[in-house]
Nanobody
Framework: QLQLVESGGGLVQPGGSLRLSCAAS????????IGWVRQAPGKEREGVSC????????NYADSVKGRFTISRDNAKNTVYLQMNSLNPEDTAVYYC????????????WGQGTQVTVSS
């Protein structure tokens, strides 16, 4: 069974940090570009970041540039999203998504992990 499983979400105060992980089971992440997508209550899904299969290319939404860092460890079959300087506008469910390329449609979705930024 092909699965993406996110972890690392939680409640954090404004200005705090979290690191999300996306682990794959049943398939190898090496063959996919992996992105993070978030959805806040009442809002459309927003692409946050994406990383190429080699890790050599990354992109970020303007809203998170300079605060979030995406990385991957193919040996561990895991992709990470380091989130710093969090603010309440970052509150959302964060999903990881496997694609052939960052610009193409999502092939596999994770179940999501909740991130809440609140004092």
């Amino acid at each position: 069974q092909l699965q993406l499983v996110e972890s690392g979400g939680g409640l954090v105060q404004p200005g705090g940090s979290l690191r999300l992980s996306c682990a794959a089971s049943g398939f190898t992440l090496d063959y996919y570009d992996i992105g993070w997508v978030r959805q806040a209550p009442g809002k459309e899904r927003e692409g946050v970041s994406c990383i190429s299969r080699s890790g050599g290319s990354t992109n970020y939404a303007d809203s998170v540039k300079g605060r979030f860092t995406i990385s991957r460890d193919n040996a561990k079959n895991t992709v990470y999203l380091q989130m710093n300087s969090l603010n309440p506008e970052d509150t959302a469910v964060y999903y990881c998504a496997a694609r052939s390329r960052c610009s193409t449609r999502v092939l596999y979705w994770g179940q999501g992990t909740q991130v809440t930024v609140s004092s």
